[in-house]
């Protein structure tokens, strides 16, 4: 069974840039599809991006262009770099892993 763990989630400015990272246990990572989600108060948890075993990308209309998903199969880690912050990223951000793994979660706040 897969264990994840985010990182890096902070308070940022409008306009800033945050990278958080998601670091998996488990010797199968590399088969994995995996996501980052968030949920804003108040609100369902959304899809952010995803990337795929091969590497293959899909993200949220909301971030594109502003957010890279990325993984390193050899550290058993992804990351997702988010520039250009809005305030309506504020959210709890989750990493998932395949069908139903979830992260605990790592909060992103972007106020001045």
């Known amino acids: 069974q897969v264990q994840l763990v985010e990182s890096g989630g902070d308070l940022v400015q409008p306009g800033g840039s945050l990278r958080l990272s998601c670091a998996a246990s488990g010797s199968r990572f590399i088969i994995y599809a995996m996501a980052w989600y968030r949920q804003a108060p108040g609100k369902q948890r959304e899809l952010v991006a995803l990337?795929?075993?091969?590497?293959?990308?899909n993200y949220a209309d909301s971030v594109k262009g502003r957010f890279t998903i990325s993984r390193d199969n050899a550290k058993n880690t992804i990351y997702l770099q988010m520039n250009s912050l809005k305030p309506e990223d504020t959210a709890v951000y989750y990493c998932?892993?395949?069908?139903?793994?979830w992260g605990q979660g790592t909060q992103v706040t972007v106020s001045s």
């Open positions: 998932k892993a395949g069908p139903s793994v």
């Open positions: 990337i795929t075993s091969d590497g293959t990308t």
